[in-house]
């Protein structure tokens, strides 16, 4: 289970942190990733971990501007967003996938997980 929390409404230029809590097993182990979905939008991968490759993962649209991070002790994704605009506005998703023979990035591309969150919303205005 993931349960993603943290999202809300900010001005342009703001921050939040989104978080995501697993429960059910290690994320350490597992492939980590975060997606938005806009209304009337495809779901996009926006930032992705993987703790065994130490490798990351990013959209174009939020390099420099979101940080992914793991606390393993608490089995906790985050997603720090600064500088935040209004086509961030989304709903973003929190997902895990155990590994296998995908790397990260098509992961990312295809939305590869077994497991995702609800949601929390992020409105930028």
């Known amino acids: 289970q993931l349960v993603e929390s943290g999202g809300g409404s900010v001005q342009a230029g703001g921050s939040l942190r989104l978080s995501c809590v697993a429960s059910?097993?290690?994320?350490?182990?597992?492939?980590m990733g975060w997606f938005r979905q806009a209304p009337g939008k495809g779901r996009e991968g926006v930032a992705g971990?993987?703790?065994?490759?130490?490798?990351?993962y990013y959209a174009d649209s939020v390099k420099g501007r979101f940080t992914i991070s793991l606390d393993n002790a608490k089995d906790t994704l985050y997603l720090q967003m600064n500088s935040l605009k209004p086509e961030d506005t989304a709903m973003y998703y929190c997902?895990?996938?155990?590994?296998?023979?995908?790397?990260?990035?098509?992961?990312?591309?295809?939305?590869?997980?077994?497991?995702w969150g609800q949601g929390t919303q992020v409105t930028v205005s």
């Open positions: 971990f993987y703790n065994g490759g130490d490798t990351t």
């Open positions: 997902a895990a996938g155990p590994g296998d023979w995908r790397t990260l990035a098509s992961r990312m591309r295809t939305a590869g997980f077994d497991y």
């Open positions: 059910g097993y290690t994320v350490s182990s597992y492939y």
